[in-house]
Structure formats: C-alpha cells, structure tokens
C-alpha cells in the first residue's frame, strides 16, 4: 500500500526556468513532509522540509508548498540548473514515526 | 564534520549466506535508521534504533535484525539471504529527537547483489 505517490517518474525542463515536482499522500495523520535529492551512487540528500501546520517553506532557490485538503506537497525549483538534475524522493512520517517515501521523479534540466 | 558513513559500499553474496552492513552515524547524531531501496523504488524503512534499542520496524521478515552500539554506530544482519533482497541499503541519521520531527540524513548506501 503506497501511501506517499509520486506520478510523474520523469519531468525535463529548459535550465533558468521552474521545475514542479509533485507529490501526494493518502494518510491524514502525516504531519512532517520532507524533499529529498538524489545522485546516482550517492545516498539521498535532505532538501527542504515543511511541517503540517505550515502551508509553504523556502529556502533559496527552493519551496515546498503544502495542501493539507488535496493531500498535496509540491516542490518549486526556480531558477533550474543543470546541477538540479537528479531523482527527487518526498517523503513523510506521522507524529515521529516511521517515514515513508515516495518513488522518486528523476528531474533533467536541460542547458 | 563527518557526515553519515556505511560500509562497505558493495557487496556480492550467494542465496542462504549471511550479511552484515554498517553504519556510523553523523557527529551528534544519536538514531540510527536502515532503508531497503530496491531498483525504480524508493526507500523503504527497515527499522529504527535508538539508545540501543529498536524503536520502530517496518514490514520486514525477522530475517533482518539490528543492533546499535554504545557510540551510537549501527549493524544490518541478513541472514538466509534470497534473489530479492538484492537492492541499496541505506543507513539515515537524526539527532535526538525534538518534538515529534526529524529530518533524517543519509548515508552513500551499500550496494548489495545476491546471486
């Protein structure tokens, strides 16, 4: 039962321009949401997080804009860079347990 | 500042034999939790230690067990290995928790091939 989705395996966008990813969830109990990134041959890399009494969180050139009533997280990249390009895993946990993360959306930022 | 290390970063083994994966948490860090990530797929929680003991599992048989250490380092058995639990094993971090989150910081992961 996968309960953190994410639809879209792939998204391609010109460099300078914005990447969405997005990502939803069936468990209304979940309260903390992270982004994560990840390289080939490396261990995922913690992005950006957001906690469920918030509906948006930046930082730089990230944000992560939650909607509670959709079960919806999305994660805005602006301007995109070819260093962007990589898999990009959400994940969440209800009240410090377990997290549970999505399939991953592997990003490619065209030069 | 060291961040989170595993060892060792491949492995092959046949089906039946016994595998051990290692973890040393990052600086300060205190809760140690393993990921299986098969191809295509995200991570998928094993279980958690803290203070030496497990604190929270996954819906993992009982073929994988744990241990943490005094220094807070962590251990991943496998015992009576099969095709399927060919995959990357990733070791997170976190620091003592506040509240009910924590982010939670990985580790490069060690590839394990069963054959």
């Given at each position: 039962d996968q309960q953190v989705k994410q639809n879209s395996p792939s998204l391609s966008v010109q460099e300078g321009r914005i990447s969405i990813l997005n990502c939803d969830y069936t468990n209304s109990m979940f309260d903390y949401f992270l982004w994560y990134k990840?390289?080939?041959?490396?261990?995922?890399?913690?992005?950006?997080?957001?906690?469920?009494?918030?509906?948006?969180?930046?930082?730089?050139?990230?944000?992560?804009f939650l909607n509670k009533s959709a079960k919806h997280l999305s994660l805005h990249i602006v301007p995109s860079q070819p260093g962007d390009s990589a898999v990009y895993f959400c994940a969440a946990s209800a009240r410090g347990n377990q997290f549970y993360f999505g399939t991953g959306t592997s990003l490619t930022v065209i030069p | 500042d060291a961040g989170v290390t595993q060892s060792p970063t491949h492995l092959i083994k046949t089906r039946g034999q016994q595998v051990t994966l290692r973890c040393s948490p990052k600086s300060g860090h205190d809760t140690v939790s393993w990921y299986q990530q098969a191809l295509g797929q995200g991570p998928q929680f094993i279980f958690q230690y803290?203070?030496?003991?497990?604190?929270?599992?996954?819906?993992?048989?009982?073929?994988?067990?744990?241990?943490?250490?005094?220094?807070?380092?962590?251990?991943?058995?496998?015992?009576?290995?099969?095709?399927?639990?060919?995959?990357?094993?990733?070791?997170?971090?976190?620091?003592?928790?506040?509240g009910f989150q924590e982010t939670q910081y990985f580790g490069p992961g060690t590839r394990l091939l069963v054959l």
């Open positions: 990840k390289y080939p041959a490396e261990g995922p890399t913690f992005l950006i997080s957001i906690s469920s009494i918030k509906d948006k969180n930046e930082d730089g050139r990230f944000t992560v | 803290y203070e030496e003991e497990e604190r929270q599992r996954g819906n993992f048989p009982d073929r994988f067990s744990g241990h943490q250490f005094p220094n807070y380092s962590s251990e991943l058995n496998v015992n009576a290995l099969l095709l399927g639990d060919s995959a990357l094993y990733l070791c997170a971090s976190s620091l003592p928790r506040q």
